[in-house]
């Protein structure tokens, strides 16, 4: 019988000649990621009575979430960061300002294919987009990691997204995935393995599918796997830390299930307060009044985003009462849009752009929502008292159609409007 | 087994709404978070739940944020148990792994209302309300391990006690 990727990869790690949906594998990942929560992970990790970490060239420590420092007690935690780092001579530190540790670990090779990435983050799931298994993990098992390099995993069931078509500007990835989760809900692939594919996919390019990926969280899965391909290959070959070998499923899989999607007839999406699977078509929000319009995050903070946005912004200006902030997901795509000329436009159209990071995505700081104000962002969550105050709402978006928003002051479909600096 | 008064919640009830994104890197103690959990979903749940309460929601509680927090909280507030329809599976394994019980329960839940007082038999695997017996499936081997040894971080310490010469 024919093997999902899921079960390809994680018998391959197992050491087994195949494994079983349900099946639990005990598994040493290739890579493990944790960001500012490591303060905390350090201190669990010392309650093992262990001195070291074992194998520290494996883990991946990537300051991001609330960067630079906005209070003492962040900082205290960054310092700790730093002494346990140097102190376990882990080398893949990544310190304030270098990026979303969802963009820094694909930027920097840690997220190959046929990998096994484990990380105490949800969104750890954006690698599947290089065709690694990745999964989030929580904190106690990423400090059982430091201590023995191993965990227990089940074998999921996997579903199969079939997406024809083609997209049609300024139709986004992020509009396909808020279309699909909010068709199968929160929990529609939950404990999924979930494989992209399709002529959408394909044609898409890496920045695309690693919006697909991050998003599988929110619709419950596990990982959200695609096939790493020509595009894949070309961006990691200055990058690769390590050897990959690709890992692809059986053309006989078994899929518990298999959603068709055709991309040539979708419209924009928004995601409306407070779940992400309150999604509905741009046309039935249109004309809702916001107050802050985010551009960035691990979900959509890339250089094609930015690009994107750029052209909604460009000889523009931020309608009266909105803010905008822009955070670029690295330092790498913050220099490659200074260099297009993106920063400019944003600065002009009265944008506020903010150093890599995940900013007021997690409500921690840089730009939290006072109770009655509404934000439209294209980040992938938008829980009550996410942002700020639970008194806040949010909408989640595409790039096009935040810019566009942020320029009328409403929630605007960006295929109404003039782009390209006319009007 | 185990006996508590019922908190009932619906579906999707996610991270932020246990344990709010603006205290996830505050260092707190488990007694600090207590205070917070279930703050922005049920304002009341910190001021009443009483050691021994049992949390019963619906379908994929816990979604969302990784946050250990999230069950910490629940557990340091004196929840015996958490029954759910499903379980978001970060937040499944961050119970475990917190020494916090969790039970998937596919029947029931809807009959059970808030303040009603359920038992739950571990060995027996049922949940039993106003008399009336809802099956739940066993935990697997590796995972009840990790429960039985009250968290990840007891049952490591305890196989890495085991692995030295």
Known sequence: ?423 | MIEGKVWKYGDDVNTDVIFAGKYTYKPMTPAEMAEHALEDLDPTFAKGVKPGDILVAGANFGCGSSREQAATCIKASGVAAVIAVTFSRIFFRNAINEGLPVVELADGTTMIAKDDTIKIDFEKGVVIHNGKEYRFPALPKEVLAILNDGGLIPHVKKALANAKP
């Open chain 1, 1 to 423: 019988m024919g093997q999902t990727f899921a079960q390809k990869v994680l018998a391959k790690k197992a050491g087994l000649p195949s494994v079983a949906v349900g099946q639990i594998v005990d598994v040493e990942p290739d890579f493990c990621l944790s960001h500012d929560n490591t303060a905390a992970i350090a201190k669990t990790f010392a309650k093992f009575g262990v001195e070291k970490v074992k194998n520290p060239e494996r883990f991946v420590i990537v300051l991001d979430h609330t960067v630079p420092a906005s209070t003492e007690e962040y900082a205290k935690g960054h310092k700790e960061i730093r002494e346990f780092v140097a102190k376990q001579g882990i080398k893949a530190f990544y310190d304030a300002g270098v990026g979303i540790c969802h963009q820094v670990l694909p930027e920097m090779g840690f997220a190959l294919p046929g990998s096994l990435v484990l990380g105490s983050d949800s969104h750890t799931t954006a690698y599947g987009a290089l065709g690694a298994f990745s999964a989030g993990v929580g904190r106690s098992e990423m400090a059982a990691l430091y201590a023995t390099s191993r965990i227990w995993l089940k074998t999921p069931a996997s579903f199969k997204i079939e997406v024809v078509g083609k997209l049609k500007e300024p139709v986004t990835s992020k509009d396909l995935v808020l279309k699909i989760i909010g068709d199968i809900g929160a929990d529609g692939a939950l404990y999924k393995s979930v494989e992209y594919a399709g002529e959408a996919i394909e044609a898409m390019s890496l920045s695309s599918r690693l919006v697909l990926s991050n998003m599988a969280v929110e619709m419950g899965a596990k990982n959200g796997y695609c096939a790493p391909d020509k595009k894949t290959f070309a961006f990691l070959e200055h990058r690769a830390v390590a050897e990959y070998t690709p890992i692809y499923p059986d053309a006989e899989a078994v899929y518990e299930r298999t959603l068709g999607y055709d991309a040539s007839k979708l419209g924009p999406q928004v995601a409306k307060p407070h779940t992400v699977d309150n999604v509905a078509p741009v046309e039935e929000v249109e004309g809702t009044k916001i107050h802050q319009a985010l551009l960035g995050t691990c979900t959509n903070g890339r250089l094609e985003d930015l690009r994107l946005a750029a052209r909604y912004l460009e000889g523009k200006k931020i309608a009266k009462g909105v803010r905008m902030i822009v955070l670029p997901a690295s330092q790498e795509v913050l220099l490659e849009a200074l260099r297009g000329g993106l920063i400019e436009i944003f600065v002009r159209a009265g944008a506020m752009v903010l150093s890599p990071g995940c900013g007021p995505c997690l409500g921690a700081h840089q730009g939290v929502l006072a109770a009655g104000e509404v934000c439209i962002s294209t980040a992938n969550r938008n829980f009550q008292g996410r942002m700020g105050s639970s008194e806040a709402s949010t909408y989640l978006a595409s790039p096009a159609t935040v810019a566009a928003s942020a320029v009328a002051g409403v929630i605007t479909d960006p295929r109404k409007v003039g782009r390209g600096g006319g009007a």
